[in-house]
């Protein structure tokens, strides 16, 4: 009876020592799973960020170029104003003396529909 009650001992051991090693086996398991996550977690974070700066440097080359053109129209604004300056200058004596020269050479005559009785 010994030798059965030792047998049934053994087997309750070992069922024991199985049951620990699945157990084990479970737990790195769930380890492995928890760090394949956050593993996982950090790859994605590095790339949105990645993505994020690709976008931004997207973003502050196209707002470059439209300061670029808003800058180049403000120049060639300035450019047209300046020159229209210019000619309005060369030009002030001339206009002057033909608006005074019309002023007096006035030619006094009756209107063409005007009626004499």
Same mark, same amino acid.
């Given at each position: 009876?010994?030798?059965?009650?030792?047998?049934?001992?053994?087997? =309750?051991?070992?069922?024991?020592?199985?049951?620990?090693?699945?157990?084990?086996?479970?737990?790195?398991?769930?380890?492995?799973?928890?760090?394949?996550?956050?593993?996982?977690?950090?790859?994605?974070?590095?790339?949105?960020?990645?993505?994020?700066?690709?976008?931004?440097?997207?973003?502050?080359?196209?707002?470059?170029? %439209?300061?670029?053109?808003?800058? %180049?129209? %403000?120049?060639?604004?300035?450019?047209?104003?300046?020159?229209?300056?210019?000619?309005?200058?060369?030009?002030?004596? %001339?206009?002057?003396?033909?608006?005074?020269?019309? =002023?007096?050479?006035?030619?006094?005559?009756?209107?063409?529909?005007?009626?004499?009785?």
């Amino acid at each position: 009876m010994a030798s059965k009650s030792e047998g049934i001992q053994q087997l =309750l051991h070992a069922e024991k020592k199985a049951s620990e090693l699945v157990n084990e086996a479970k737990k790195r398991k769930a380890r492995r799973l928890k760090q394949a996550k956050e593993e996982a977690h950090a790859e994605i974070e590095k790339f949105k960020v990645q993505r994020e700066q690709e976008f931004q440097a997207k973003v502050k080359e196209s707002s470059g170029s %439209k300061d670029d053109f808003a800058l %180049k129209i %403000k120049d060639q604004t300035h450019q047209k104003v300046n020159e229209q300056n210019r000619l309005a200058a060369a030009n002030k004596n %001339k206009v002057i003396d033909r608006v005074l020269s019309l =002023l007096y050479d006035i030619k006094p005559e009756l209107h063409e529909n005007y009626r004499i009785n």
